[in-house]
């Protein structure tokens, strides 16, 4: 079982920056992937960013060229960079992670933007 744990949420005026980070109870080396996700109250769950175990990444269209997703498989951390923050990226930011057939979710953690 993998336990994740989110953190570095938090209230930021737009245009601002805030770097989530996502620690894992096991090695992430070799889960295939990481990835954040966001949800607002009465929306689904949206995929935000991915990196493969080969470093491999993928951005949701609404954040391109503004957030950065990254990994340290010796601290066991996943990171998302968020720059140039829009109130419309309010929302809870859950990490995950995700194997052939299995996948874990931290708890959450809050970001919210002023305008």
């Known amino acids: 079982q993998v336990q994740l744990v989110e953190s570095g949420g938090g209230l930021v005026q737009a245009g601002g920056s805030l770097r989530l980070s996502c620690a894992s109870s096991?090695?992430?080396?070799?889960?295939?992937?990481m990835g954040w996700y966001r949800q607002v109250p009465g929306k689904q769950r949206e995929l935000v960013a991915s990196?493969?175990?080969?470093?491999?990444?993928n951005y949701a269209d609404s954040v391109k060229g503004r957030f950065t997703i990254s990994r340290d498989n010796a601290k066991n951390t996943v990171y998302l960079q968020m720059n140039g923050l829009k109130p419309e990226d309010t929302a809870v930011y859950y990490c995950?992670?995700?194997?052939?057939?299995?996948?874990?979710w931290g708890q959450g953690t809050q970001v919210t933007v002023s305008s």
């Open positions: 990196i493969t175990s080969s470093g491999t990444t």
């Open positions: 995950n992670a995700e194997g052939r057939s299995w996948g874990y």
């Open positions: 096991s090695g992430i080396f070799s889960i295939p992937v």
